[in-house]
């Protein structure tokens, strides 16, 4: 029986994995949502697992100075939902993938949760077709330079911890966080706090369900301006 033919980009997907299927009938069931027809969830399952023992062994070897505890959150922090999210789209997934016209509405993205189930599903299915070795050998490629973006330091923190750090490490005064707004309902209320810097002559608002997530929101967006002006 011949092998399904493939399209461009499911094609250049391969290269970007540096594995080349042979099996493609395992290569399109990774790339199958269960809208368009049959279901890769076992895929995703030996996915994950893999994703998670690599990212492990990967922490281990490299960080030899981090206890248990902060491993743990530096690999929470890559295995996540929105990590692996962004990989596939920079893999050109939502275009590889086959998914019922109902998830591929016009101007619409694919969510998160699909394209990060179908990174998984493909690691799995690198497995499958070759080896345990080869489908970290791909993780390890897809993960190093986001490891080496992420600053290890920060992992863990909230917005508000990581703000007041950065001030008191300039013996700074600590932002002041005012509730400029108090409203919506009581099953949905509605929150806008302002966080003042004055040490650093800025302001941010955030907006929240709650006066402790808009101050995180705002203290977020304090950060997302010194970060900015760093930058430029």
């Known amino acids: 029986m011949a092998e399904p033919l493939l399209n461009a980009a ?8 540096g ?3 042979a099996r493609t009938d395992l290569f399109l069931q990774a790339l199958t949502h269960r809208s368009f027809g049959a279901v890769h969830e076992r895929l995703e399952f030996l996915g994950d697992s893999i994703l998670n023992c690599a990212v492990s062994d990967l922490l281990y070897r490299r960080h030899v100075d981090l206890d ?4 743990s959150r530096v690999r929470s922090h890559l295995v996540r939902q ?7 789209r920079r893999l050109n997934l939502p275009e590889c993938m086959r998914v019922g016209a109902g998830e591929r509405r016009q101007g619409f993205e694919l969510k998160d949760s699909i394209v990060a189930d179908c990174l998984e599903a493909l690691i799995g299915a690198v497995a499958l077709d ?3 070795d080869a489908a970290s050998a791909c993780v390890l490629a897809l993960m190093t330079p986001v490891l ?7 992992l863990g923190k909230d917005a508000k911890t990581r703000l007041q750090e950065l001030l008191q490490g300039r013996r700074l005064e600590l932002p002041v966080y005012r509730v400029l707004v108090e409203g919506g309902t009581q099953s949905s209320p509605h929150f806008r706090v302002e966080c003042d810097v004055q040490a650093l002559g800025l302001k941010s608002e955030g907006l929240g369900t709650s006066r402790k ?3 995180q929101s705002a203290a977020q967006a304090v950060l997302n ?3 900015g002006k760093q930058a430029s």
């Open 213 to 215: 997530t808009a101050e």
């Open 68 to 71: 248990e505890g902060q491993l």
């Open 148 to 154: 080496d973006a992420t600053p290890l330091n920060t």
């Open 225 to 227: 301006e010194l970060e």
């Open 19 to 21: 594995h080349r299927f």
């Open 82 to 88: 929105d990590t692996l999210a962004s990989l596939g």
């Open 130 to 132: 070759s080896s345990f």
């Open 10 to 17: 499911q094609q250049a997907l391969q290269e970007a994995l």
